[in-house]
């Protein structure tokens, strides 16, 4: 006979059968029965302190892992606080479940206690919005919920749960464990794209999305080694090929090598492989003609909806990365590449670009010297997170990125990401060392998870790079309305202490040679950390000023 179970059990159960092991989540009344269920479950729950930050942390492990990042928050404010991190998951293609609260069945459609439409709300921000009326339909949905979010081009889906179906009991089977479906290019297309690589003269590969893996990763090298051609990873995708890589040229990010961007505006054939080349990797969808491109266009998408989206692919093979990657793993040139010099040339460029040796800027904190010496001192595979201001530039142009999964950033240029991706990144691997790059007016979106790294005892490194202003936002303000500053002064407490009184150990750095020592201490303390370096708010670019920038504005009046 089969056992009769709560709603809450049942879907706890689900989780397991679909080999959760870790949940975020901020608590609710409206979700008693889960929590009961997690009571005397094998899944590690953190308890945060925002929900914002609760899903950015399962989103973070979603782009980690490819398997879905699981949150649970509570209705109305809980799941509009959610919001940042289900936007996220969509424009990153990233599997995230976020379950969410409902009012009881009987009060639906009365405006009841913290009452929302779930489908109304994230209608256009997530794949799927269900909810779950009976809890003997948990399995299936929950199954399906899975599917959803990691198929095809991955993302967020909602599940809302009336809190009277969560303690109704119910006797039902459990679904089977989840398996995504890989899509693979044929042998016709692959046959073609070799022809067009034969006739190319200077061909480029862009990689970008999700659906990758370490292996994919080590497949796509091979594959570009044999072809020699240059790679350039999509913004904030450098995980996706080594920065030590012969073929490996540089990202398409805020401020791209113009170099580079030239390189590939001179191209004869595109590779796009997993990326969608959206606004910011497009520079303002400026890099191709929408919707035919210049260029041939070979394009690589794992959902049949993207290839044809902005761009009339001249080839469109409708595969996920990983699949693609390991079927041309094995394809080797017919003839030597004719283009093997302009790839050396374009890593050169790379290398000149990304060297942070020759970089001065105002000041007696020299960034340059700090990436410098992040460069000698940090493992390799350090997984650095980041949100949104000028300051992750320092990151994006001279961290060299060498492993799969070592990059936590939004695409969509979240402020208050990076602190709670480093908390969902360091519980998932604790081995691993997480960095997190954050700005005055970036950390503080989510710095109250400082208190959920204490919590759990997770040594994340807070790189705080502190101009006392919103600088990108201040940057825009002197191009277009040079010298009118407005809204975008902070005044900011001491970092330092802030670190002390949650508990973890705080550093301030004001001058170049105090961040060694500084940095040493703060890895040596097993504690979470937060080095508050104080930069002159002239230094608003690796490469310009302020000052320079309002002239230069005034000038061209
Ligand atoms: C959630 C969110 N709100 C607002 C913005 C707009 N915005 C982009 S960068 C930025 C300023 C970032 O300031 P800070 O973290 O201090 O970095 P800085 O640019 O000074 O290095 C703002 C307000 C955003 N991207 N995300
Ligand atoms: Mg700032």
Redesign the pocket.
């Known amino acids: 006979m089969m056992a009769s179970r709560t709603g809450g059990r049942i879907l706890v159960d689900q989780l397991i059968t679909h080999g959760v092991q870790q949940l975020f989540c901020v608590p609710g009344e409206s979700f008693l029965a889960v929590l009961d269920a997690l009571h005397d479950a094998k899944i590690e729950v953190t308890v945060c302190r925002q929900e914002g930050g609760a899903a950015m942390m399962a989103e973070a492990q979603g782009k980690l892992t490819g398997r879905p990042g699981v949150c649970f928050v509570t209705r109305g404010p809980g799941a509009t606080n959610a919001a940042a991190g289900v936007h996220i998951a969509h424009q990153d293609s990233t599997p995230l479940l976020l379950f969410v609260g409902q009012v009881a069945r009987g009060a639906l459609g009365r405006e009841a206690f913290q009452e929302l439409d779930y489908g109304a709300v994230f209608g256009t921000m997530a794949k799927w919005v269900v909810q779950v009326d009976d809890p003997s339909r948990l399995p299936e949905l929950v199954s399906r919920a899975f599917h959803v979010a990691t198929s095809g081009r991955p993302g967020p889906v909602v599940i809302a749960l009336p809190e009277d179906m969560l303690t109704e009991a119910a006797e039902v089977a459990d679904a089977l464990p989840y398996a995504v479906a890989e899509t693979y290019p044929g042998a016709a297309p692959l046959a073609e794209l070799q022809l067009r690589l034969a006739a190319a003269q200077r061909p480029v590969v862009i990689v970008g999305g999700s659906r990758w893996s370490e292996t994919a990763v080590q497949h796509f090298s091979a594959f570009a080694e044999a072809f020699a051609l240059p790679v350039y990873c999509s913004f904030r995708r450098q995980m996706l090929f080594s920065a030590d890589h012969p073929c490996y040229a540089g990202d398409l990010g805020l401020g791209a090598n113009p170099r580079l961007l030239e390189r590939i505006r001179q191209s004869d054939l595109i590779l796009l492989v997993g990326g969608r080349l959206s606004e910011v990797p497009s520079q303002g969808y400026e890099l191709l003609d929408i919707p035919s491109p210049k260029q041939a266009l070979v394009h690589v998408h794992a959902d049949a909806d993207e290839l044809g989206r902005l761009y009339r692919a001249t080839q469109a093979i409708h595969a996920t990365p990983q699949a693609f990657a390991h079927a041309v793993a094995a394809l080797r040139p017919a003839a030597p590449p004719a283009w093997r010099a302009a790839t050396a040339a374009a890593r050169e460029e790379f290398l000149r670009w990304s060297d942070p040796a020759p970089i001065r800027i105002p000041g007696p904190l020299q960034m340059g010297e700090v990436m410098q010496h992040l460069r000698e001192v940090l493992p390799a595979d350090t997984i650095f997170c980041n949100g ?4 992750a530039t320092w990151v994006h142009r001279f961290w060299p990125f060498r492993a799969f999964a070592s990059q936590l950033a939004p695409t969509s ?4 990401y990076g602190l709670p991706a480093g908390v969902g990144a360091k519980r998932l691997w604790p081995q691993r060392e997480v960095v997190v790059f ?5 950390f503080l ?1 989510h710095g109250q998870e400082f208190a959920t790294a204490v919590q759990y005892g997770l040594p994340i490194l807070v790189v705080l ?1 502190d ?1 006392a ?5 201040r940057m825009h303000q002197e191009r277009h309305y040079p010298g009118r500053v407005s809204a975008t002064q902070l005044k900011n407490p001491d970092f330092r202490r802030y670190a002390e009184v949650f508990g973890g150990h705080g550093e301030r750095v004001e001058r170049t040679e105090e961040f060694a020592p500084a940095l040493a201490r703060a890895r040596a303390s097993g504690r979470p950390a937060i080095l508050h370096c104080l930069l002159d708010p002239e230094a608003i670019t690796p490469g310009s000023t302020l000052q320079g920038i309002r002239a230069a504005a005034l000038s061209a009046g």
């Open positions: 949104a201001g000028n300051f240029g979240s402020m208050g954050a700005g005055d007016g970036d979106m790079l101009n202003m919103y600088g990108t936002i």
